[in-house]
């Protein structure tokens, strides 16, 4: 037995390094998603799985006019005959081709239920029909004519066209989507008539400039209608670059209702903007508070939408309402253009709109070239037919005898010499058959063939009038046909003509052709506080020792009959108004702001204030109170350190809260206090009391502090600032104030140990 490393085989190298083989096989995939799957082709608008289903649709025979067939049958058909992927990504393609609310000229009728604009889903395949819409029909138009190349598809068994004929610039039209490897697109849909209007001064001016262009196609048209209130600088700087964005807004109107009440009425949603969404996201501003002046909103659509926006009051500022609305809600959405698309359905590249059209356009004339030379072949055999049967009714009783006693009548009709003259004179114009005969005055093979399979009741005169007849009107339609091939100017006529009808039959004055999206100008509301739209009313924020917080209407003196979670008790009792903002300061050194007009009302126990701020179960809430503009705050560590700080400095913007006193564990933040007065009194954990001058302490942003009181074991207990003319307050434990006016004994530097504290003063060592 040989030794396993005596193989050469062991020893070759490798066939490729694996950089090389990764590298190459990511291109290819890359590759194949960016031309197969993600991109649109510039000529039709489509991507391969549209462009098949609506082949295979066709193939089917589903016209516009005819009957439906079910869903299932369609994707099936697409999935076993052209496209090899799933099912339901199949069916997902083709019900948004359906969608009307998706879909500006929808390609695909269907019957059933294909979705809403609630973001509901199509119902399975199996219970829904469809078939081909006009506009699909359009896009197809010319497909028997030989008007685009056909590639074999995946198993070689059958064909499908590469590209499809498109009457209209359909990538335009209906827009696209998808995202690819390294690269994107995103279209928004536009009006037909507006694209024929800039394809017909395309047509006449091919060098015109991009901003001539506006003045035919000023915008996209979403199928959801809204108000577009872009700058018409940046749209046109969006449609000569071929990226930019599009501010959309809904459309909204002011509904009276009668002694000064009114509400808004939005009648149209932004594109692709699912409803019910919309609506849970405003019952969400509307919930936390974050819209006072908004109350409720109301979904009363049917076929058509009608959203009922509910101010607060009757005073409330309908533009400041929808100002706010459009900031924090999906009412107003920036919908981005990124005209990514495969311009000779093989290279991708950012497209401006003129170089979009002029795509579309090349393609409509070699598309026209291509089926008058497949008209032109049919016509050139369809003459040379007629020429035979014409020397066939010249020629009656020879034929007739050579049928009836020849062994072999095609060979016999072939080889016998007709002569031609008399067929010239036949006609009015002389002729020359563009296919001539096997031989002077000979028959072709096609001409015997269509002379033997002639029926016996065509042997009569006025049928060969109708021949003559028929080869005349060919002759013509040949002649124009050759004109067309030759001239340029005479394809983009008629060109033009195609396009004239395509505005007929889907523009304007066509049912659903009619502009749906408006332009205006963006009349920003001004950018209110939330504060300025809160009305003022007096409540009571009651926040329990486990921290469940609440905001009772009124003031309430006495909380001694508020009720609490078993295990748990009052803590705060704060009088407020629903303007004000609440600082609560945690044993952490963070502060963490609270709205008060967004805390829970009073009707149950509230909520956990560690739901509204970010602040971690493990530590303890240190101190509540109402933020007041221009004071100062007293904080202090477990350790003895602390300093002044601003009001406004430890606001908070977000739910992480603000960092303002620097601790590290196991030090924690103890004292928070508004300073008033002229001195600072300290108490530790010893039962030592110093007071010293507020003036010694520092005012500080942020930081660990300077040291209050020195403790040779412990730490603080507590510290409050107060007026040294009124004397050191504190209640005892029957509940009483009691006040020590004479505090030279405790009188003393910062950072002093103290003397113990006068008699009398609580066991747990807190001023209050």
């Known amino acids: 037995m040989s030794d396993a490393t005596d193989d050469p085989k062991m020893h070759a190298p490798l066939a490729e390094p694996l950089r090389r083989a990764i590298g190459e096989r990511y291109l290819t995939y890359a590759l194949s998603t960016i031309m197969d799957r993600a991109l649109p082709d510039a000529r039709d608008g489509l991507k391969p799985v549209h462009r098949r289903i609506l082949y295979a649709m066709r193939e089917l025979r589903l016209a516009s006019n005819g009957g439906f067939r079910k869903s299932a049958k369609i994707s099936g058909d697409v999935m076993g005959n052209y496209h090899p992927h799933g099912d339901a990504a199949i069916y997902d393609a083709m019900a948004r081709l359906a969608q009307d609310f998706n879909v500006r000229y929808p390609l695909v009728d269907?019957?059933?239920?294909?979705?809403?604009?609630?973001?509901?889903?199509?119902?399975?395949?199996?219970?829904?029909?469809?078939?081909?819409?006009?506009?699909?029909?359009?896009?197809?138009?010319?497909?028997?004519?030989?008007?685009?190349?056909?590639?074999?598809?995946?198993?070689?068994?059958?064909?499908?066209?590469?590209?499809?004929?498109?009457?209209?610039?359909?990538?335009?039209?209906?827009?696209?989507?998808?995202?690819?490897?390294?690269?994107?697109?995103?279209?928004?849909?536009?009006?037909?008539?507006?694209?024929?209007?800039?394809?017909?001064?395309?047509?006449?001016?091919?060098?015109?400039?991009?901003?001539?262009?506006?003045?035919?196609?000023?915008?996209?048209?979403?199928?959801?209608?809204?108000?577009?209130?872009?700058?018409?600088?940046?749209?046109?700087?969006?449609?000569?670059?071929?990226?930019?964005?599009?501010?959309?807004?809904?459309?909204?109107?002011?509904?009276?209702?009668?002694?000064?009440?009114?509400?808004?009425?939005?009648?149209?949603?932004?594109?692709?903007?699912?409803?019910?969404?919309?609506?849970?996201?405003?019952?969400?501003?509307?919930?936390?508070?974050?819209?006072?002046?908004?109350?409720?909103?109301?979904?009363?659509?049917?076929?058509?939408?009608?959203?009922?926006?509910?101010?607060?009051?009757?005073?409330?500022?309908?533009?400041?309402?929808?100002g706010t609305l459009f900031r924090q809600s999906d009412l107003e959405i920036r919908f981005s253009l990124n005209m990514n698309v495969l311009i000779d359905g093989r290279t991708p590249k950012v497209c401006s709109l003129k170089e979009v059209l002029r795509a579309f356009l090349d393609h409509r004339r070699e598309v026209l070239i291509r089926r008058s030379q497949h008209r032109m072949e049919k016509i050139d055999h369809r003459l040379e037919v007629l020429e035979g049967l014409l020397i066939a009714f010249l020629n009656l009783d020879r034929v007739i005898d050579i049928i009836r006693y020849d062994d072999d009548p095609k060979a016999a009709l072939m080889a016998e010499d007709w002569g031609r003259d008399h067929v010239r004179a036949m006609s009015e114009r002389d002729y020359v058959s563009p296919l001539p005969a096997k031989g002077p005055g000979q028959l072709t093979e096609v001409q015997a063939e269509a002379i033997l399979n002639m029926r016996l009741r065509s042997l009569r005169r006025l049928e060969e009038m109708e021949l003559s007849a028929e080869r005349d009107a060919l002759m013509a339609e040949r002649a124009g046909l050759e004109e067309l091939?030759?001239?340029?100017?005479?394809?983009?006529?008629?060109?033009?003509?195609?396009?004239?009808?395509?505005?007929?039959?889907?523009?304007?004055?066509?049912?659903?052709?009619?502009?749906?999206?408006?332009?205006?100008?963006?009349?920003?509301?001004?950018?209110?506080?939330?504060?300025?739209?809160?009305?003022?009313?007096?409540?009571?924020?009651?926040?329990?020792?486990?921290?469940?917080?609440?905001?009772?209407?009124?003031?309430?003196?006495d909380g001694a009959n508020l009720k609490f979670k078993d295990g748990d008790e009052g803590r705060f009792l704060i009088p407020a108004e629903t303007t004000d903002k609440l600082i609560l300061f945690g044993a952490n050194g963070r502060f963490y702001t609270l709205p008060v007009a967004q805390l829970p009302g009073g009707r149950g126990m509230g909520e956990p204030v560690r739901l509204m701020v970010d602040l971690p179960n493990d530590v303890e809430i240190v101190a509540l109170m109402i933020l007041r503009p221009g004071a100062k705050l007293l904080v202090a560590s477990s350790a003895g350190d602390g300093f002044l700080v601003g009001a406004d400095e430890v606001l908070a913007q977000t739910r992480a809260g603000k960092?303002?006193?620097?601790?590290?564990?196991?030090?924690?933040?103890?004292?928070?206090?508004?300073?008033?007065?002229?001195?600072?009194?300290?108490?530790?954990?010893?039962?030592?009391?110093?007071?010293?001058?507020?003036?010694?302490?520092?005012?500080?942003?942020?930081?660990?502090?300077?040291?209050?009181?020195?403790?040779?074991d412990g730490g603080l207990s507590d510290a409050t600032t107060f007026a040294l003319a009124d004397g050191l307050s504190w209640r005892d434990p029957a509940g009483r104030t009691r006040t020590e006016g004479d505090l030279s004994e405790w009188l003393g530097k910062r950072a002093g140990a103290g003397r113990m504290a006068p008699r009398g003063f609580p066991r747990d060592n807190r001023f209050t």
Not at 189 to 213: F, M, Q, S, W
Not at 511 to 516: D, T, V
């Open 110 to 322: 269907g019957q059933g239920n294909f979705g809403n604009i609630d973001g509901d889903n199509p119902a399975a395949s199996r219970y829904t029909e469809a078939r081909l819409t006009a506009a699909a029909e359009a896009l197809m138009e010319g497909l028997a004519e030989n008007a685009v190349d056909f590639r074999p598809n995946y198993d070689g068994t059958l064909e499908e066209p590469v590209v499809l004929p498109a009457a209209f610039p359909n990538l335009l039209a209906n827009g696209s989507s998808g995202i690819a490897v390294g690269m994107a697109t995103n279209i928004p849909p536009h009006n037909i008539d507006e694209l024929v209007g800039a394809c017909l001064h395309l047509i006449k001016t091919p060098d015109a400039r991009d901003d001539t262009l506006l003045q035919y196609v000023p915008g996209p048209d979403f199928p959801t209608g809204g108000v577009i209130v872009e700058p018409k600088e940046n749209i046109a700087q969006a449609y000569r670059t071929g990226r930019g964005s599009f501010r959309l807004r809904a459309q909204y109107e002011i509904e009276d209702l009668g002694r000064g009440t009114w509400q808004v009425v939005v009648t149209e949603i932004p594109y692709q903007v699912q409803k019910s969404k919309l609506i849970e996201k405003i019952a969400e501003l509307i919930q936390t508070k974050k819209i006072p002046i908004l109350a409720d909103i109301r979904d009363e659509s049917a076929e058509d939408i009608r959203l009922i926006l509910e101010p607060r009051s009757k005073n409330v500022d309908p533009q400041v309402l929808m």
């Open 485 to 557: 091939l030759a001239h340029e100017q005479v394809q983009w006529a008629k060109i033009a003509d195609e396009l004239r009808e395509v505005r007929e039959k889907f523009g304007g004055k066509a049912p659903g052709g009619a502009r749906r999206t408006r332009f205006a100008e963006a009349a920003e509301a001004p950018d209110v506080p939330l504060e300025a739209m809160i009305e003022r009313e007096p409540v009571t924020v009651v926040c329990s020792k486990m921290g469940w917080i609440r905001a009772m209407k009124g003031h309430i003196e």
């Open 659 to 712: 960092q303002v006193l620097n601790v590290k564990a196991p030090v924690t933040a103890r004292v928070c206090r508004t300073a008033v007065g002229d001195h600072v009194a300290c108490v530790g954990e010893n039962r030592k009391v110093l007071v010293f001058p507020l003036a010694e302490l520092p005012e500080m942003a942020r930081g660990k502090g300077v040291r209050l009181q020195k403790f040779k």
